[in-house]
């Protein structure tokens, strides 16, 4: 009866808390923390540098553009150009001339323009194109 009765004395007092009151948050139990808390991550001098210095960063290795052979420069149609885009040029060129084995797509059937690149082969495996274009590109 005692329990009852002090829950009844609270429900009912007359005394109301207000939630503005500071020193009702201090009655509060403190949630548990969050196992899937998330930082949020501010942009501060150092993040927007290093930003920028990613964007004016100069392209190196296979993203650098290089001179390449004039039987090279014929069939992508520029003197010097980076190793990833020629290679997307290659198969540009041999998709639009209809250049792969219809039995076996993995083989190309080279024309004129692809031997002189691929060494006078008339086919190549398409894994073996990257390695093949690799004396075209001059240092």
């Not at 403190?30 to 930082?39: D, E, I, T």
């Not at 420069?73 to 190793?83: C, K, M, N």
């Not at 001339?97 to 086919?123: A, T």
Request: charge should be positive.
């Amino acid at each position: 009866m005692a329990i009852s009765s002090g829950i009844f004395s609270t429900l009912f007092s007359q005394q109301t808390v207000s939630f503005l009151n500071p020193s009702f948050s201090r009655l509060l139990p403190l949630p548990p923390p969050s196992a899937n808390l998330r930082m949020v991550r501010t942009i501060t001098c150092a993040t927007a540098s290093s930003q920028q210095q990613q964007q004016e960063r100069r392209p190196r290795g296979i993203m650098k553009p290089r001179p390449v052979s004039p039987e090279m420069a014929d069939l992508v149609g520029a003197p010097e150009i980076p190793r990833t885009q020629a290679l997307k040029l290659i198969w540009a060129y041999i998709k639009e001339h209809n250049l792969q084995d219809p039995n076996n797509k993995k083989i190309i059937i080279c024309d004129e323009k692809l031997k002189k690149i691929f060494g006078g082969r008339d086919s190549v495996g398409f894994l073996e194109v990257a390695g093949l274009i690799s004396p075209h590109f001059l240092k």
